[in-house]
């Protein structure tokens, strides 16, 4: 017996849990207690994701987060997966944190016999994506940090082929790496043009 996925609705927040007796407490409270530091390395990739749909799209387009796919965000038929990192974390330190993007390759993923055999899927690690964006939380000051703000993060925008090049066919690429070959990021404001530039007018990538 197979046991189909649910459809994902986007909830609003004011949704309320029911059979609590006189308890009355809501989705948008779950999210307050639960997600609420988005500097975390728990919710940051998912931040930085929302960040790059944002960019991309207007809100009525953006779907509810697939957090078991390929990649992250789809935009004009192309597949862009997005890395986070950042200096300042959610816990004590005694150092900034050395920035590597990593976890650039993948395997397929396995849910269940009812979706794909195990043996019938790819086993080795491969670039999933067509377009890569190294997402980067890069204020470096405790007193003035701010998430929230879009002048706090930089991105770099690589294709799949470079990619490839840069990490010599790895898994992973430093800050130090794209300092040194001279690859500057972008703002959040530029993004679009940024990623819209990796994709050649008959729907190839550029190199």
Not at 77 to 96: A, F, H, P, R
Not at 148 to 167: A, G, H, P, R, Y
């Amino acid at each position: 017996m197979a046991f189909k996925r649910l459809p994902i609705i986007k909830l609003t927040g004011s949704e309320t849990f029911k059979h609590a007796g006189d308890k009355v407490f809501s989705v948008q409270e779950f999210w307050q207690y639960g997600f609420s530091s988005l500097n975390s390395n728990v919710l940051r990739g998912a931040l930085a994701e929302f960040l790059v749909e944002n960019a991309l799209k207007e809100h009525a387009d953006i779907e509810v987060r697939s957090p078991w796919g390929d990649y992250d965000v789809l935009y004009k038929g192309k597949k862009i997966e997005v890395k986070c990192c950042s200096y300042i974390q959610d816990w004590d330190q005694d150092k900034l944190t050395t920035i590597q993007w990593s976890g650039l390759k993948a395997k397929e993923l396995y849910y269940s016999e009812a979706v794909a055999k195990l043996s019938d899927l790819n086993q080795l690690s491969d670039y999933k994506s067509d377009i890569y964006v190294l997402a980067l939380f890069k204020h470096q000051d405790h007193a003035t940090l701010d998430i929230l703000d879009m002048n706090q993060w930089c991105f770099w925008v690589l294709t799949k082929e470079k990619v490839n090049e840069i990490s010599k066919n790895g898994s992973s690429v430093s800050f130090i790496k794209l300092q040194k070959l001279g690859i500057e990021p972008v703002s959040f404001y530029e993004l679009p043009d940024a990623i819209t530039a990796c994709i050649v007018p008959d729907g190839g990538m550029s190199a």
